[in-house]
């Protein structure tokens, strides 16, 4: 979603441009267009309304990063999950450099392995040249965040009303 909020800037929050560019981009029937449409129109009212045109997140995009943080806090106080601190462990220094390197802006773990991703995946978007060191360091970080996935969709399995 968050490529989406950036997609939806970069076409300066034009429906018109929007349809060209992203909307018929979709291989999709043609009857189902006007839906898609609208959904973007929905995304750029949420965007406008909550005050994030030039850069941040809609609430939405922000409860679903605390509801990953706070799942990711309990399983790293639970003592049963062993896989989940190993990998969680391993992660843990690339987690702490990339802290570092991001300055004042406070972040918690898992919004910060989700925009290292996020940054990691416009490079290669944009075929920027990325060393050895920082594709091992994503692929860790993919595999703590998959794992973290797939504890959150069990969580939402077994409690549909949260």
């Known amino acids: ?17 929007i349809g060209r560019t992203l909307v018929n981009a979709y ?18 009212d949420m965007m406008r309304t909550e005050g994030v045109k030039e850069k941040g997140h809609i609430q939405i995009n922000k409860i679903v990063v605390m509801q990953l943080d706070e799942l ?18 391993k992660t843990l220094p690339l987690i702490v450099q990339l802290r570092a390197k991001a300055g004042d802006e406070p972040q918690s773990e898992i919004e910060t392995c989700l925009t290292a991703i996020y940054g990691y995946s416009i490079l290669k978007l944009k075929e920027s040249e990325v060393t050895p060191l920082t594709v091992e360091g994503m692929k860790q970080i993919a595999t703590f965040l998959a794992m973290l996935s797939e504890r959150y969709k069990e969580y939402k399995n077994s409690n549909p009303t949260s």
């Open 1 to 17: 979603m968050w490529y989406v909020e950036d997609l939806i800037r970069a076409n300066r929050f034009d429906s018109d441009e």
């Open 72 to 89: 990711h806090l309990s399983l790293v106080k639970s003592p049963q999950d062993t896989l989940y601190h190993s990998v969680y462990f």
């Open 27 to 44: 291989d999709c029937p043609e009857d189902v267009r006007p839906s898609i449409a609208q959904w973007y129109e929905e995304l750029m």
